[in-house]
């Protein structure tokens, strides 16, 4: 398990504070934005380690890169009553109920190394891809009970993070117009869940209690790669990122719950399967000032089931409607998820100024993975479009920097009415999620690029 | 290893974020709270009496577990209820049956049984062996729950020896419950039984001994 004092200390220590979910330029909550307008499955820069890694043979020499994306995202979650939740007492404000509102910052660095020898190309990184974290607000009713402040998002997440942190290595090989590439990823999965939480999955204020959830694993995965080039202007990529785990993941760790009457605290695993990730890109030099390229990713977030939370080394059997199908009791809390898969599609292009300043203009439109009956606070998404401006400007011959800007506007959706969560039965159930999401997102790459 | 990771994934995606402190607070202000939901007074001071005779606690009742995460939700069983006299004391078996969850009457799972003494005052402590409640018979959760239960009551509130069927007609009582699946949590509740009379509809249940009515409430009553 992580170390939570140190973790939390060294990450206020480089300045970050919170987001819940991807800033921008993915579905689901892929985060994938490292190398800002490079990052791209054919762009000539370090981070294709990811993205494409046979587009590392477009490097030369010794490459090390480090960027860092600091976004800051608004969301609002307005929550009306709906049938199913459980009465409060005469007179008391059950918080589930109202506006929460929030806006915080996040910090995300990655780091690549690149060293070309001949048409073979040696990469490495360390990246975050998949993740986010958020810190709920503090903004329901002070009553009598004491889980109110924590506002009507609180039943689905009040603080949390998810990250997929990728180890990686990577080999490219170019043959003539054809280069191939593959990486191996040893990626640290983990995920942090603290939620208002009754034993029967209600909104029951009057027996309020929270379940916190701290996992995380070590997992394999592996990139492939393709580029061609039938022309020096003109490139054309192909990659896919395989599933972190390969397939269904066993997070380890522990579940504390707190509850009316009781509290536990349990060794846990939580099963879940993240999605394996397809790119097409096309890069074009259109002349020696100006290049272009549009870039697609399709995300198989169909794989995104459900976030099953079982006694160690049990397996997660679930009956249609989310009950406990075991026979031993083994399925402690079930998230239904059912996502569906989404693409995203990204356009950019390039203007040399001069030789050591570069002028670079973006867009991207985001595909949304989460359906009406299952989209709540945690992990929220929506078709969103962004639009991006920037500089890399060279510093010195060896040396460039880069910052790009971009803004996300998210559409606005309203699910009251849609939220299936509170008809299934435990451990499945959770209240109504229903309502109204709002969000936008504010992201600002900065990056600095050695070729040595 | 993973330490180490964790250290580098915190400065990766980095976060202030703390849902542990989070937890910690709530727990806090739920203990601050005297009135609190999260820590249900469960007040039960059993009635003194003088210890009935076996023939006033056989028979069949229905058996009500009501915990404190879910008062409302009470798990129900039937109670097949024998007593003898052993060395001048009492001796009480109760054979219990799961009943399902949407009917309140229809066996389900496996029976357990349980034999304990009650006192010469009719209080009395069962120690129920570890048993499953099935998960057609748990209206909580819905999935197969194993838990050890121990019951603290007294046979004395709604004794009726002037009955015509004579004896007891309800017990109730606190209990504690450790339950060891899903997870281990340890909670308290309350209990109670209620006869029923041959010919008579299953009774309702109720919760805790609060709700018992002052009087038995078989419908011989007087």
Redesign the interface.
């Known amino acids: 398990?992580?170390?939570?004092p140190?973790?939390?200390a060294?990450?206020?220590a480089?300045?970050?504070?919170?987001?819940s979910l991807r800033p921008a330029c993915a579905s689901g909550y892929a985060t994938a934005r490292f190398g800002g307008e490079d990052g791209h499955p054919t762009a000539a820069h370090p981070s294709t380690l990811y993205y494409n890694p046979a587009a590392l043979t477009r490097l030369e020499g010794v490459r090390l890169s480090a960027d860092g994306v600091v976004a800051w995202r608004h969301f609002a979650y307005h929550r009306k009553s709906a049938d199913t939740d459980v009465a409060p007492p005469e007179g008391v404000d059950a918080g589930n109920t109202g506006t929460s509102a929030v806006t915080h910052p996040?910090?995300?660095?990655?780091v690549f190394a690149t060293w070309a020898v001949g048409d073979a190309v040696l990469a490495a990184g360390?990246?975050?891809p998949f993740?986010?974290?958020?810190?709920g607000p503090r903004d329901g009713p002070e009553g009598?009970?004491?889980?109110t402040?924590?506002g009507p998002a609180r039943w689905h997440l009040?603080?949390?993070?998810i990250?997929d942190?990728y180890?990686s290595l990577g080999l490219a090989w170019r043959f003539g117009a054809l280069s191939v590439g593959a990486s191996g990823n040893l990626v640290?999965g983990?995920v942090?869940?603290?939620r208002a939480r009754?034993?029967?999955?209600t909104n029951d204020?009057?027996?309020?209690?929270?379940s916190?959830l701290?996992v995380?694993g070590?997992l394999g995965s592996f990139g492939l790669g393709l580029t061609y080039t039938p022309h020096p202007t003109l490139v054309i990529g192909a990659s896919y990122q395989a599933r972190p785990g390969l397939g269904e993941q066993r997070l380890e760790g522990r579940?504390?719950?707190?509850?009316?009457?009781?509290?536990?605290?349990?060794p846990v695993d939580l099963l879940q399967t993240e999605p394996d990730v397809f790119r097409l890109g096309v890069h074009w030099q259109a002349s020696s000032a100006w290049s272009t390229y549009v870039a697609g990713e399709f995300v198989r977030w169909s794989a995104f089931s459900r976030q099953c939370v079982?006694?160690a080394g049990a397996s997660c059997d679930l009956a249609a409607d989310g009950?406990?199908h075991?026979?031993?009791?083994?399925?402690?809390q079930n998230v239904p998820r059912n996502w569906s898969d989404a693409g995203a599609v990204r356009l950019g292009a390039a203007f040399a100024a001069t030789d050591a300043l570069t002028l670079k203009l973006g867009a991207s439109v985001d595909g949304d993975a989460v359906p009406d009956a299952t989209l709540d606070t945690s992990l929220p998404d929506a078709l969103d479009v962004g639009v991006t401006a920037g500089l890399q400007y060279r510093l010195l011959p060896a040396v460039a920097l880069s910052a790009t800007y971009t803004s996300v506007f998210f559409l606005d959706r309203d699910t009251t009415g849609r939220s299936t969560l509170s008809q299934k039965?435990?451990?499945s159930r959770l209240p109504d999620s229903g309502g109204r999401y709002e969000h936008r997102a504010d992201v600002l790459h900065i990056g600095i690029d050695l070729n040595l | 290893m993973k330490e180490r990771m964790a250290t580098i994934a915190g400065l990766l995606l980095s976060a202030c974020v703390d849902p542990a402190a989070r937890y910690d607070t709530f727990v806090s202000r739920c203990v601050a709270r005297e009135t609190s939901a999260c820590t249900p007074p469960i007040v039960y001071d059993p009635e003194i009496c003088t210890r009935p005779e076996p023939a006033e606690v056989e028979g069949v009742f229905l058996f009500t577990i009501s915990l404190a995460f879910a008062v409302e939700k009470p798990v129900l069983y039937r109670l097949e209820t024998t007593a003898e006299l052993v060395d001048d004391a009492l001796l009480v078996t109760q054979r219990a049956t799961p009943l399902d969850k949407t009917d309140g009457e229809t066996p389900v799972g496996d029976a357990f049984e349980v034999t304990f003494p009650v006192a010469e005052d009719g209080t009395f402590t069962a120690e129920l062996p570890e048993t499953v409640t099935p998960a057609a018979a748990n209206p909580i959760t819905g999935g197969d729950v194993t838990t050890r239960l121990v019951l603290t009551g007294s046979m004395c509130s709604t004794r009726r020896p002037e009955a015509p069927e004579g004896g007891v007609d309800a017990l109730c009582g606190t209990l504690t419950a450790d339950i060891s699946r899903p997870v281990r949590l340890s909670t308290t509740g309350t209990f109670t039984s209620q006869r029923h009379h041959p010919g008579t509809p299953w009774p309702s249940p109720i919760l805790d001994c609060a709700e018992l009515p002052p009087r038995p409430m078989s419908a011989e009553t007087p």
């Open positions: 398990m992580t170390r939570r140190l973790l939390a060294l990450s206020c480089v300045g970050a504070s919170t987001l996040m910090a995300a660095p990655a360390v990246f975050v993740g986010g974290t958020y810190d009598d009970f004491p889980g402040l924590d009040i603080s949390g993070e990250a942190v180890y640290h983990r942090t869940d603290l009754n034993i029967d999955g204020v009057t027996a309020e209690g929270r916190l701290e995380d070590l579940m504390k719950g707190f509850y009316k009457g009781g509290r536990f605290d349990d079982v006694r009950a406990d075991s026979g031993d009791g083994d399925v402690i039965a435990p451990p």
